[in-house]
């Protein structure tokens, strides 16, 4: 009975720490995948880190578009219903980063030390 009891805890205790918080966002499940965008934008470079405080990091590009082919443009192969443009932490370049218009599928590229503010888009 202790075993039992034992393996129940740390079970729910094991669950319990493994699910990632998405705090200041919105969740959203395409494809059986979950994802968490931020409410607010952000700098790419601080979008990664909103990431990380909610337990996650920044998406890449394959992690929501699994047959992206690596051009820009209306190529990811599945939308979900967020209209704005958001952050992924696939390079393009050594100052640039993809970033992904969810609810039109379109991959787009822009630099990651400038004034651009995206909102984070999340995976576990």
């Known amino acids: 009975m202790k075993k039992l009891f034992l393996t129940i805890c740390l079970t729910a205790l094991l669950s319990g720490t493994a699910i990632a918080a998405c705090d200041g966002g919105t969740e959203y499940t395409v494809d059986g995948d979950t994802f968490c965008i931020s409410d607010i934008t952000l700098n790419w470079w601080s979008a990664s880190n909103w990431c990380q405080a909610n ?15 690596g051009t820009t443009g209306n190529t990811c192969g599945r939308t979900f219903s967020f209209d704005d443009y958001c952050w992924t ?19 787009y590229t822009s630099s990651r030390n400038g004034d651009r503010r995206d909102h984070a888009l999340c995976a576990n």
């Open 89 to 107: 932490t696939t390079a393009n370049g050594s100052e640039k980063a993809f970033d992904i218009y969810p609810s039109g599928g379109g991959v």
């Open 55 to 69: 337990g996650m990091h920044l998406a890449t590009v394959y992690e929501v578009c699994p047959d992206w082919n």
